[in-house]
């Protein structure tokens, strides 16, 4: 197994599984640069015909605890700047398998989302918390829960907020499998050797087969989603819900 390592992405090779671990210490927390990484390594993956599937991982408690709103560095380049690395992300044409340990929230939840397949431990946590800061959804999860777990489940965690297990996560088909937190990076890198022993060929197009338009559409959702979230970072609720967060109390919101 060799590895080659970038600050914040690291890069190794197991076979014709590639394994993309991301540390970004305390909370894996997203911004322009790590996602430019991720964006970067998968660019790499691709155009390597040895790799056929990754394993994308984090170090840590939290596989990624999203954007740190409340630092002034957290989205440093502007969201638009972080969701055209994503759109990086959703382009990628290898199978990808995520190893979500600790809670996925926010834009961690929409990186997970990319995934083709994500496994979970029952300690895991999947938060879509935007309306708790006063913002609304980012990074295509308006369009990629939707079609993972059903519009109905999708519209209970975006307007709540609420966090969900893993067994949930499992039951819903938000995950594919959970393993005990020791044994998943395993877990994860079994499914996707299991992925990489098929053709290549066969598995890229069938791919490409299920998800047609996605990357399109996915970035027809980010574009309207910043709109969106462009207006609601100059209301009074949305400084409210980071104060609160940062807090960690509830918000007091207005409507303003």
Not at 49 to 62: D, Q, W
Request: hydrophobic residues 50%; neutral net charge; proline residues 5%.
């Amino acid at each position: 197994m060799s590895e080659d390592r970038n600050p914040g992405v690291g890069l190794r090779r197991d076979g014709h599984v590639a394994l993309l671990e991301f540390d970004r210490p305390p909370h894996n927390h997203v911004n322009v640069d790590l996602m430019r990484q991720l964006a970067d390594a998968l660019a790499v993956i691709d155009g390597e015909g040895e790799l056929r599937v990754s394993v994308l991982a984090s170090r840590g408690r939290n596989f990624s605890a999203g954007a740190d709103l409340a630092a002034p560095s957290g989205l440093a380049g502007g969201v638009d700047a972080l969701y055209a690395e994503a759109m990086r992300l959703f382009s990628a044409k290898k199978p990808i398998v995520a190893a979500i340990q600790g809670a996925a929230v926010g834009a961690g939840l929409g990186l997970a989302l990319v995934a083709d397949f994500r496994i979970a431990t029952p300690e895991s946590r999947f938060v879509a918390n935007f309306v708790k800061l006063g913002f609304h959804p980012g990074f295509a999860i308006t369009h990629t829960l939707p079609r993972l777990i059903g519009p109905q489940k999708a519209a209970l965690m975006c307007l709540t907020g609420r966090r969900i297990t893993g067994a949930e996560a499992l039951q819903w088909g938000l995950v594919d499998g959970l393993a005990p937190l020791e044994t998943l990076p395993e877990a994860a890198l079994s499914l996707a050797r299991e992925i990489a022993g098929n053709a290549p060929l066969a598995v890229e197009a069938t791919r490409a087969t299920l998800r047609a338009g996605l990357a399109a559409q996915a970035k027809a959702q980010m574009d309207a989603e910043l709109a969106i979230q462009t207006a609601l970072r100059k209301t009074a609720d949305f400084a409210e819900g980071v104060r609160a967060v940062a807090e960690r109390r509830p918000g007091r919101f207005i409507g303003a």
